[in-house]
């Protein structure tokens, strides 16, 4: 089989769609307000403690809400759940500057205030430690201490594959 060999930002990019990973919704909270987004770069980063690494572009507003209380939660799609793909257009596709991504969902408040999607596979409370964020220059990568989590016995996670060919459909 004959590859395509990348060197420009369109055909690099095509390439990396080949890692794969899970596809998570991150919220946040900030004065009352929630916003969350659909990411996919965000992996375990420790055990002892628990901490994940999230990498997120830094003109999102989690982005700017996270920077500024130092809190996020990770939600953990289920596959099987029927509305997946309905949250994955809601928060992968709108902006939470100009909608309301929560109006229409009821949710559980987490320990850090942030929202909790109670049809998660499993979710990860998180609070960011500060000295061990990079800039990444369009990024952040956050590192986040794992301070509560909850998970749930039956269904899978939906995988960044399986959201990109939700997306085409």
Not at 8 to 34: C, E, K, M, P, W
Not at 84 to 89: L, N, S
Not at 133 to 142: E, K
């Amino acid at each position: 089989m004959d590859f395509i060999i990348a060197k420009d930002d369109r055909n690099l990019q095509q390439s990396l769609f080949a890692i794969t990973h899970g596809l998570y919704i991150v919220t946040s909270a900030r004065r009352g307000r929630f916003n969350g987004q659909c990411v996919d770069a965000l992996m375990q980063a420790g055990s002892h403690p628990p901490r994940i690494a999230l990498s997120m572009r830094k003109t999102s507003f989690t982005h700017e809400i996270i920077s500024e209380t130092g809190f996020f939660i990770v939600n953990v799609l289920c596959k099987e759940d029927v509305s997946c793909q309905e949250k994955i257009k809601l928060f992968g596709l709108k902006s939470g500057r100009q909608v309301n991504k929560f109006k229409d969902i009821t949710v559980m408040r987490g320990e850090n205030g942030a929202p909790i999607i109670p049809d998660a596979l499993a979710f990860f409370e998180c609070c960011v430690v500060h000295n061990m964020c990079v800039d990444l220059g369009s990024h952040t990568l956050f590192i986040g201490d794992v301070t509560r989590a909850g998970y749930k016995t039956e269904g899978d996670p939906l995988t960044y594959c399986e959201y990109r060919k939700r997306l085409k459909k």
